[in-house]
């Protein structure tokens, strides 16, 4: 059945350094995309980036980036250089099987200080 | 840039009533869903409208809730009889094409529904 894990429910990093969010993930569908999003205490959901399962690069998005590992199952997302308005919930998604919805995991709370 | 508009920001209801949760999607997507999100947990997905019609639903959207497309701008999502446990933030989204060609979704700001 088609899964997404999140296994780190919290995430403590200080400014200025980077942090790497896990998500793994398991679907039967052929071509995918891998979608994170950023829900800050405010409460709205912000796309943050895209990788397609046959992307030859890993994607990259100003200071965020995707550790693709397709044999894996992985898609991690990298912060480079955290700021104290990084401090949010961070959530991996992915098209549910031959549907256009996104499922997402349960999220990782990433808390930055200075 | 343009964006998804919910409304309103925080409906509070009692237990049994009906509501209505509206949204207007951005104008030039063909997707547009509902998703919830129960306090500090999981956005669950609901359902999926394309094409003025239903194309997706979970096993939470169940009789009690209704999608309707009434005119060419709003997206509703109708509780026909809440229950203390429907309690949670309501997003509303819409993407111009499918998610599975980097096409993402746009979320609107939700609606907070508190069943007493």
């Known amino acids: 059945a088609q899964k997404i894990t999140q296994t780190q429910p919290g995430m403590f990093v200080q400014e200025k350094e980077a942090v790497t969010l896990d998500c793994t993930y398991d679907?039967?569908?052929?071509?995918?995309?891998l979608f994170w999003y950023k829900q800050p205490s405010s409460g709205e959901m912000i796309f943050l980036i895209y990788?397609?399962?046959?992307?030859?690069q890993n994607a990259t998005e100003g200071r965020y980036s995707l550790n693709f590992q397709k044999a894996r199952k992985s898609a991690n997302l990298v912060i480079s250089a955290s700021q104290l308005g990084d401090s949010a919930m961070y959530f991996c998604a992915l098209p549910r099987e031959a549907g256009t919805a996104l499922i997402f995991g349960k999220g990782t709370t990433l808390s930055v200080s200075s | 840039e343009p964006e998804v508009t919910q409304t309103p920001s925080h409906q509070v209801t009692q237990m049994g009533q009906e509501v209505i949760l509206r949204c207007v999607p951005i104008s030039n997507h063909l997707y547009f869903y509902w998703y919830r999100q129960i306090l500090g947990q999981k956005v669950e997905f609901l359902v999926s409208?394309?094409?003025?019609?239903?194309?997706?639903k979970s096993e939470i959207f169940d009789d009690q809730f209704s999608v309707e497309r009434p005119d060419g701008s709003n997206f509703t999502l109708k509780i026909r009889s809440t229950k203390l446990e429907d309690s949670a933030m309501y997003f509303c989204?819409?993407?111009?094409?499918?998610?599975?060609?980097?096409?993402?979704?746009?979320f609107g700001n939700g609606t907070r529904l508190t069943v007493t």
């Open positions: 989204a819409s993407s111009p094409g499918q998610s599975s060609y980097n096409s993402p979704l746009h």
């Open positions: 990788q397609g399962s046959y992307d030859e």
């Open positions: 679907t039967s569908d052929q071509s995918y995309g």
């Open positions: 409208f394309y094409n003025n019609e239903i194309s997706e």
